[in-house]
């Protein structure tokens, strides 16, 4: 029942008698604040129908209040999870957290299952091995959203045939999440192998000009080949969010 | 004759002992740069399939280096467009390149149309009247590609009740294209209220401290919501062609 | 008669059945975007309440584009407001819009009388000659907004003396606005003659090492001195509408 | 001996002709030092009139060179207050200075208690968790300074209902601290529903492309909303004091 | 009347008991301004003591104001001088003002004659000829100035041959003036050769990563020789007047 | 023999008769100017020894000041080069420089033949069709030094295959010249397909975030491909010169 | 087996019957994927051939990683380097790695030795001793590829005799890599006194205004001098790559 | 006479037999190393002639490398001193090397006496506290220097009387050194009432928006006075040996 017909059914009521204005107004008092309270629920329902877990970031917080919040949290959603959580501070969650899992190379810390399982596949690149934590972040996020992860770990541009190997599985990608620091050249030329979206991800490794990945950054925005959409530095985690938003809506399309 | 084709024939010569299998080694040794003939046709076939126009960059190019990309292309596309092309320029053109359209806020122009009609809508929401270059440019962009396209104009954070006041058309977006200068804040509050992908475009608008778009394009690069992916600054383009990818996966989920 | 007064009369009426529970539902239709169009009232209420004019961004709007906002504007309000306003533009609009006036040095024109008077006064400082217009803009903003403005030019600390024989005035002022380009380092120095608010305002002006006003601007945001607010580069406009905001709270104590 | 003991000294001296005027000119041309003390007892009279605290930034000062400003300070003043001042060496102060208060979060000590209070409220808001230390540096050195503050935690533009909700509070505060890292967005919204002075405080939170609170300081100066001051990057100290500077002229104001 | 003679009046009236030295006190506390003319004195008195010229700084005025700034100033001083004045400007001033002579490379106006004439000599040294407007920029200020100047055009640092076959100019040098743009390495070189003073001017000059002078800029703070102080891009007035102080203390002393 | 034996050599045989003081002076001469009029002869030598033209940078020279330069050049060499040319300012010369050729596209003016012609090939490598003026100002130069060259235009990186099609005529370059505004991500690419040295030369070709060329350039100097040598943005010059110093210095071994 | 034998095996099989040539179609589709064995040995050919050794960039690897790979590495190249190996690590390794040497000024680990050595010489020259680092760096990986390397230290531009005095020795260097930190100025004036190719290295010696290298790499992309390709800010690595890539070309010639 | 005629008359009186061919080597000898010795020698001249110490700039240097570059030196030198060392390293130094002093606050340290006593007085100028050690490194040096130094601590201008009841000291100084951090303006103001050459040093001192000194290197190298050499960040040390070229020069004209 949306909102007119709730409104109509109230007044109906009161000029039934079936209710009293006091009552009525007692009742859209509720719905004079329901335009907020609605937005409320829209986020807390996007949450839902989603299944994404609701997520910590875990910087500038202390152990006691991640903690808190995870207890909050995982009585409402089924997984609960935390990123840019440093070793020390998983080791300490996990003798009080419950069920906790800990994935170090990602520096994710997860509680629960997500019960949804998308359609579609999220294939992630890397040009450098020292790029992995950052790809990681991507791969463990968009897998405890329920979307299904390939890997393609190495393939960067200075040896392009490393990824012309994998041209078949770049081409079979539905979303690619494509993680590069240095010069950051690696999204235009696998924009260029594929047909699907791609989300470029600039990663802060390299030294000198490379400006705690700036470099990488304005490549990626520079970018010749089209249909490539650039998140923050190191944002492993957003990347993965934005790649799950594009498969979500695919599968919604799938389903209708 | 293709390379398949090719193959074919010299190994069929072969078998029938026309040529030695070293006759054979011979010419297929050159057969090794294939592949390459190869991408080239995936990359005609992805221009084929997706139905995409062709596209020109008008920027530093000369008229008749226009003119004469465009013959050609119009020859293997039905649909071809130039972006970035200054009115004057425009009127040229069309003394010169038949049944030429020219769509002067965008600053595109094309030829032909788009047989490809795509499911789904792309929502383009700009905050200020300054930004609509940009944005008629993603606009015309995607509907030349064969996506619908609504606009949403003018809602930019400073008066937060324009941009609650259309939160169902934004809510029932496939894909929003979030266009904004000065501080680029539209974004975050966009995708805030969409569960959606969200691309946000930086314009150059504004002046002082905006640094030619530089303030909004870092606005939206940290933006604290999930699921924005950021073009250049005015790539208005690029942001048309990363959503459509995105429908163009939606499309095929659907179809599948 | 606020909302909840306005909904418990409705729905007494409805009750007592002098009106209808349907006429009732569209006098609450209004109602239920009330949430959205009481922004949209907050936000005309603020601009009658204040006083202050409605106000147009001239930049990046064409001719007609001024005229017919004006000629929209001049209905609900009985002052408007135009900024950045080049001179050629003003002409033109001074032969269509009725009772024009340009202030050039200002660049702003405006149509009609502000009939607030706020007490207290604005005293606006400027380093040097050059500083003078983006001052005026500060000025003439200030003055149609209804407030005292008194104008100190060409103060800048390099001959201390010049400011410092003034300094009864600063001691006097309610707020300041202080207009500074090159190393921009009058605020500091006047914050720390003066005991009021202190708004800071760098300007482009300089050369080299300046980088259009970004010297000015780092300066005043590292200032030692305290109780400084700064704006963007340039924006006269920006201070005199916080000096406005500011006065009118001191009005609204003196009055309460 | 001070200046105005000793004008009257010579003034007196030729009255009774001990000297003659020529030889008063001479001695008073030495006179020109007068205003100087002037100028510090103007100064003095300023901190004396305010009752604001006399404040001791400790960065870059030593234990013993803080302990000994306090106990100077504290002569003078009846409240003295340190900012940015690490929880360690607060230890070690609270063992030698004499009832020292420290307030963790805001990293503040403070010596005695302000007798004045001001009419009126600020109301200080931060988008995320982070940026509760700066938030608390405002609301603390506000507290101390004799004014009421209310603390409104956690309301980002992400998701915007959370700040809608309290749109009453925002609405009804008389000065507003606005406090955000990453984007910096939530002035631009805050100020679009407040009619009052706001003042805009980008953190450092945040990484990649937020480069230290670049990317917050600019969204802040590039605000389309108007009526915004903006201070340092982490300067909560200073928001917290020009919005004193604005309540104080609000409280003379209501005096006269 | 002014300060001086108002303070002599004054006490003249107590010597001559028309006023009672307690009426005096009353009278000169408002004497505080005095100091202020004082300064403005100092001020003056600097100006004629070194017979450093009244200079206008041309930029952002118009010719009008131009004009009358220097019909102003030519009545106090022998000299005047305007820096950064274009050639139309120029044309159209010395159609208004009698006796002024153009420096066209230089950009200078002037009127009158330096009486002073300092003992030493500025040597000035350029990396190329493009530098050479800023380098006549200070040429000719420190000849309007008072002081003898010595050219050296063109020895830039990559064929260090033409430097070190002037090495003796530069040894003879009493301050040095050294201009360079691009990758502004000259001043290093002349530093370590010379044993004086040596003022380094970043220019503008260059293409690509030059940045405007930045490039340039940096070189000269950071170089590894010492006794350079760099002045800002392209201000060959600001060196002069830098050299011009250098000389005027050198002579200061040879006369003591 | 050291310089110090080799006086003694000589003073010694003056000494003993066995030659005359002007013999002496004669052989000492060459010794005796040595340290500067060495140098020049080395450049002078360098000049000629490599058949380099004499080369004039036209940027920021009056017409007739090229005219007198290249006067003065054609003396002393047989080829002279102007870069940076304007059409019109090319047209002014041909009317008064006899002989004078000009090419349009790459902005340079020649007069006078290289007789040298050096063994090896330059094979220079664009990214877009943009990027062409500096690839030709880098094309021509190589050819008037003396230098084979190649062109292998707009093989940018977002259509890979293109590039890859041509790897057997990257592969067979002596020195790889690779020219890339907006993301300038061809020379990594390039680099690992080749096995000679590679220069890289970021231009200004793109727009928002490419920031005339930062983009490109922080690119190349953060190559992980080896091997790459970067010049300034758009300076197709320099990298000719740097790569004729490398096919010079190979032509010297390989003649040895 | 490789490509070319299993193409000649499958064409023979045909040849002899054994299969169809549809049978033989279907296999070579297969083949297809061939030209990528092909780069890939291209590249493996490229380090056999060049005998350049086996490169790992230790940074941001575990010493696990450093260690497997160094181990599988062997197997395949008779010489094994590792790049920015921190001490601590080194000493780890060379107890577990078989051979290890370690080169501490130059961080960099080696196993086995380079039979190859090329003819021609690589003078690195540094202007400071804070610069060594970075240089020998370069020192070790060229000596380390089977290059002979002079090294000429501390002769930076502030006392440019020191330079002078060596200037025989730049004239006859075949390649020169220049490291400067600082102001960088050193290759603009080696360049000039010498006639190869030169390799500029900024490092990230200096403080304040050198923002970390930034000035160095400024000045040497700025450099007026000709025939200089410039490295990454301390990457003496590729400077000796680069180097060391010149005269392969160069030893090539010699022997064609 | 020239080097030409001086040659020739050396060689004429060997031959002449009026001096030796060992008399002529030793004459010879300073004219046949000239070009280079020549420089070294200078330099060396400059050492001694100043009586400026000889300086060893700590960073990057090893213990031992320091000590024994020390030893060397004060064999040369009657006064040696390193600079920007640590205390850690300063203690360990004062245990083997004889006679060492420390100076924490500069963190320089010393052996040896200056005989040479300079006229004039440096005045030491600093905004803050905090910038104590950069203006002290000043202060050591110069008094090393064998100047009179005058500190003036802590008169920035935010409380601008504190600067001007100290006027007279400013108008007496011989050079000014002003150190200031955060907005860095006070050089502006003290150039403004001084008459002398004013060398600024901007400090790293601040936070957010002051860039590790950046935006008090723009204000200085903007600032609206004339007469203001800026140096680098932080750069105590090198303002001292300008401030000393400056009196030396001074003192040079004096003796003439």
New interface residues.
């Given amino acids: 029942m949306d909102?007119?017909n709730y409104?109509?059914k109230i007044?109906?009521e009161?000029?039934q008698?079936k209710i009293?204005?006091k009552e009525?107004?007692e009742k859209?008092?509720y719905?004079?604040?329901?335009?907020?309270g609605?937005?409320?629920k829209?986020?807390h329902h996007?949450q839902l129908?989603?299944g994404f877990p609701e997520v910590i970031w875990s910087?500038?917080?202390t152990t006691e209040?991640i903690i808190s919040i995870m207890q909050v949290m995982r009585e409402k959603s089924p997984i609960v999870m935390a990123t840019r959580l440093e070793p020390k501070i998983a080791k300490i969650l996990q003798t009080q957290v419950h069920d906790l899992r800990y994935y170090p190379m990602a520096k994710i810390a997860a509680i629960g299952q997500n019960s949804v399982k998308y359609?579609?596949k999220i294939l992630i690149v890397t040009?450098?091995?020292?790029d992995l934590p950052v790809a990681e972040e991507s791969a463990i996020t968009a897998e405890l959203c329920g979307f299904q992860v390939e890997r393609l770990w190495d393939v960067?541009?200075?040896?392009?045939?490393?990824l012309?190997?994998h041209r078949h599985i770049i081409?079979e990608a539905?979303?690619l999440i494509v993680v590069a620091g240095?010069?950051?050249?690696l999204p235009?030329?696998v924009?260029?192998?594929a047909?699907?979206?791609?989300?470029a991800v600039?990663t802060?490794?390299?030294?000198?000009?490379?400006?705690?990945?700036?470099?990488?950054?304005?490549?990626?925005?520079?970018?010749?080949?089209?249909?490539?959409?650039?998140?923050?530095?190191?944002?492993g985690?957003?990347a993965a969010?934005?790649a799950?938003?594009?498969l979500?809506?695919?599968?919604?399309?799938?389903q209708?």
Avoid: W
């Avoid at 047909?195 to 989300?199: D, Q, R, T």
């Avoid at 979500?248 to 399309?253: E, H, Y």
């Fill in positions: 909102d007119h409104l109509e007044l109906s009161i000029e008698g009293s204005s009525g107004v859209l008092k719905f004079s604040f329901e335009p907020i609605d937005f409320a829209i986020d996007r129908r989603t910087e500038g917080k209040q359609q579609g040009a450098g091995t020292a960067g541009v200075a040896g392009i045939h490393r012309l190997s081409a539905d979303v240095m010069e950051g050249a235009s030329v924009a260029g192998l047909s699907c979206p791609v989300i600039p802060s490794i390299g030294y000198g000009a490379s400006f705690g990945g700036l470099s990488a950054l304005l490549t990626m925005l520079n970018s010749c080949a089209t249909g490539i959409g650039v998140v923050n530095i190191d944002n985690f957003g969010m934005l799950g938003q594009i979500r809506l695919a599968n919604k399309f799938s209708s």
